[in-house]
């Protein structure tokens, strides 16, 4: 069965530096988010993509954050300068169409940020 | 603005018992509502969900789960937990207007044998 894949599994960096993370959707699939999870938190919408433009984002999204499909097959979130509080479980989720089919989550990248 | 409530962080029942988890959601539009499971280190997996179909809806693994548009919820059942069931627990909400899942803060089921 397809499935969505994230990279690296777990990716430590420090505080200031700039991190992507990366992800490979499902093959067929037109909309691609990226949600967060800090650790005993909730998870939390981020940004939604399709057609390669932001669709939504919430705001938490803000300026040190970007999103991009470089080629047919990967979508990347960026972080420019990371805090301490970007620390967190990062999950990608990819759909063929909006809004009631399924989004298909990746197993997650945790960013630790010292 | 949209929002979700999960009663409980903690759930445990015995392998066997029926297995309850609540949710109740807050919407100014008709809802679309979803429980995901995470088992440990794996990302999140779709259960069930509803979009304005029949009000009883069935998932994988024996879960189901009942919109009621009266009490707002969308709690999840089990009628025999399994110990395969220990995992996290997510509701979550959207509608129309946008495709972003709006999650609950979870709820972890354990099963004892």
């Known amino acids: 069965e397809p499935e969505v894949t994230q990279t690296p599994s777990h990716q430590v960096t420090q505080m200031g530096q700039e991190v992507i993370l990366r992800c490979v959707p499902i093959?067929?699939?037109?909309?691609f988010y990226w949600y967060r999870q800090i650790l005993g938190q909730k998870v939390e919408f981020l940004v939604s993509?399709?057609?390669?433009?932001?669709?939504?984002k919430s705001e938490i999204f803000d300026d040190q954050f970007s999103v991009e499909r470089p080629d047919g097959s990967n979508f990347t979130l960026k972080i420019r300068s990371t805090k301490l509080e970007d620390s967190a479980m990062y999950f990608c989720?990819?759909?063929?169409?909006?809004?009631?089919?399924?989004?298909?989550f990746g197993p997650g990248t945790r960013l630790t940020v010292l | 603005a949209q929002s979700v409530t999960q009663l409980g962080s903690h759930v445990s029942v015995s392998e066997g018992a029926l297995v309850l988890l609540r949710c109740n959601y807050s919407s100014s539009v008709p809802p679309y509502l979803f429980w995901y499971v995470q088992y440990p280190n794996q990302g999140l997996q779709l259960l069930l969900k509803y979009t304005s179909a029949a009000t009883l809806v069935k998932g994988i693994n024996g879960f189901e789960a009942e919109f009621k548009k009266s009490e707002t919820s969308f709690h999840l059942t089990k009628p025999s937990a399994h110990m395969s069931d220990a995992a996290e627990y997510f509701c979550a909400v959207s509608d129309y207007n946008t495709d972003k899942l709006i999650f609950g803060t979870g709820t972890r089921l354990q099963v004892f044998p």
């Open positions: 993509f399709y057609n390669n433009e932001i669709s939504e």
């Open positions: 093959s067929n699939h037109l909309y």
């Open positions: 989720a990819s759909m063929i169409r909006q809004p009631t089919d399924t989004q298909y």
